[in-house]
T-cell receptor, first 116, second 113 residues
Framework: GAVVSQHPSWVICKSGTSVKIECRSLDFQATTMFWYRQFPKQSLMLMATSNEGSKATYEQGVEKDKFLINHASLTLSTLTVTSAHPEDSSFYIC????????????FGPGTRLTVT | QKEVEQDPGPLSVPEGAIVSLNCTYSNSAFQYFMWYRQYSRKGPELLMYTYSSGNKEDGRFTAQVDKSSKYISLFIRDSQPSDSATYLCAMSALGTGRRALTFGSGTRLQVQP
């Protein structure tokens, strides 16, 4: 149980274009989903927290107009990187919390974004 | 000072060894403690999840939490080459409303066959 999927697993795009990444909880409903960014050999950096049906909460320093997050249902959250630039190239990982009494998060497999 | 400190390693051990991974933290409000395993270019996988102090065992893995010392550990018995990965500790405070986790920087483990 507690499986989270992400799509696509790897994407290459040109500078200036937008890319959408999907995160789905496959066997549970996720009231809260999280988006992280990870650079090589570094730990996870939380970008934003999204709750179903409400606006995402962004961490300090994360541009909300650049990283658009939508949590339209209890099983789907999307991250759109708008007007991507090479410095946005990174590993993006989502996670989901089942929303019961616990605080554990279940992670997706990640999406590797390369902006050329 | 970071809220959660974790030795980045790398830690290299022979197959069959007992591995000890540790994190210290400064926020006394942390109540939920997790250990994740992350293989290269993959998402983290939840290994152990404990609440407050005490021990929890699951197969070859044992998690310990000592809140008085603000110290948590993960022990891996009979380590295997397939255990080679980065291990991340994570924790959360009760009642913050955010359900966000604070992660350690991760310890890279290499189990030599």
């Amino acid at each position: 149980g507690a499986v989270v999927s992400q799509h696509p697993s790897w994407v290459i795009c040109k500078s200036g274009t937008s890319v959408k990444i999907e995160c789905r909880s496959l066997d549970f409903q996720a009231t809260t989903m999280f988006w992280y960014r990870q650079f090589p050999k570094q730990s996870l950096m939380l970008m934003a927290t999204s709750n179903e049906g409400s606006k995402a909460t962004y961490e300090q320093g994360v541009e909300k107009d650049k990283f658009l997050i939508n949590h339209a249902s209890l099983t789907l959250s999307t991250l759109t990187v708008t007007s991507a630039h090479p410095e946005d190239s990174s590993f993006y990982i989502c996670s989901a919390n089942p929303g019961t009494s616990g605080y554990e998060q279940y992670f997706g497999p990640g999406t590797r974004l390369t902006v050329t | 000072q970071k809220e959660v400190e974790q030795d980045p390693g790398p830690l290299s051990v022979p197959e069959g060894a007992i591995v000890s991974l540790n994190c210290t933290y400064s926020n006394s409000a942390f109540q939920y403690f997790m250990w994740y395993r992350q293989y290269s270019r993959k998402g983290p996988e939840l290994l152990m999840y404990t609440y407050s102090s005490g021990n929890k065992e699951d197969g070859r893995f044992t998690a310990q939490v000592d809140k008085s010392s603000k110290y948590i550990s993960l022990f891996i018995r009979d380590s295997q080459p397939s255990d080679s990965a980065t291990y991340l500790c994570a924790m959360s405070a009760l009642g913050t409303g955010r359900r966000a986790l604070t992660f350690g920087s991760g310890t890279r483990l290499q189990v030599q066959p």
